[in-house]
C-alpha cells in the first residue's frame, strides 16, 4: 500500500482546471452516512481499515488494503456524468469510452495488448451523474500497469480516425437497437 501512495503522491498531478480535486466532496458524506447506515443495519459486517491521502493538487485517494488478495482495483471517478451533456446527448459516453482509444505514449492497439498480456482489465465507464476509469491487475504487476493507468488517465488522445470509426459503430448498434424495442424501453421509463 506504501508503494501506491508513494507512486500516487509523486505522479499523478492531474490538473486543477479538470475538476478532478473535487469528485469525491458531493459524495463524501453521502457514502458515509450509507457506510454508517449498512453497519448499524448489520452489526456483524465490518468495514476494513483504510488511508485516505488527499494529494497537492486536491486530489482525494481512499486506500484500502486486503492482504489475503493479490489482486490491485483501481477506480477513478469524475465529476462528469450524461447531466454534464448539455445539448451534446451522449458526450460523457462516448469521451470515456475514447479514452481507451490511445495515449500520447501508446496507440489503442497497445493499450489493448498490454492489459491483456498481463491478464488484467481497463474499463470506462459514464453514468447520469458520474464517469469513471477502472483496473484491475495482480499485485506484481503494480510497477508496469498503475503508469499505464496513469498515462491513460493524464494523456489521453483522440485520434480523429478512431473517433470516426466509433461514431459509425454506435449508429449501427442504434440501428439495431431500434429493431427490437426491448432493448431501447429502459431508455424510455
Do not use: C
Not at 479538470?18 to 453497519?39: D, G, H, Y
Not at 483504510?50 to 486536491?58: A, I, K, Q, T
Not at 476509469?133 to 488517465?153: D, G, N, T, Y
Amino acid at each position: 500500500m506504501k508503494a501506491i501512495r508513494n507512486y500516487l503522491v509523486r505522479n499523478i498531478n492531474i490538473n486543477k482546471n479538470r475538476r478532478i480535486q473535487s469528485v469525491m466532496k458531493p459524495f463524501n458524506k453521502t457514502i458515509l452516512f450509507f457506510l454508517l447506515f449498512s453497519v448499524s443495519s448489520y452489526p456483524q459486517f465490518k468495514l476494513p481499515s483504510y488511508d485516505v491521502v488527499r494529494l497537492d493538487n486536491g486530489l482525494t485517494v481512499y486506500l484500502m488494503e486486503k492482504k489475503d488478495v493479490p489482486i490491485i482495483s483501481v477506480s477513478v471517478v469524475l465529476d462528469a456524468g450524461a447531466v454534464k451533456d448539455g445539448e451534446l446527448n451522449g458526450l460523457s459516453s462516448f469521451t470515456a469510452e475514447a479514452l481507451k482509444f490511445g495515449t500520447k505514449k501508446y496507440l489503442k492497439s497497445q493499450l489493448d495488448s498490454i492489459f491483456n498480456f498481463y491478464g488484467s482489465s481497463l474499463n470506462t465507464y459514464s453514468r447520469l451523474d458520474y464517469s469513471g476509469i477502472s483496473s484491475q491487475f495482480m499485485k506484481e504487476h503494480l510497477s508496469i500497469l498503475l503508469p499505464v493507468l496513469a498515462e491513460v488517465i493524464k494523456s489521453p488522445v483522440f485520434p480523429e480516425e478512431e473517433i470516426i470509426k466509433r461514431k459509425q459503430r454506435w449508429v449501427a448498434e442504434l440501428d439495431q437497437a431500434k429493431e427490437s424495442p426491448r432493448q431501447v424501453i429502459g431508455s424510455y421509463l
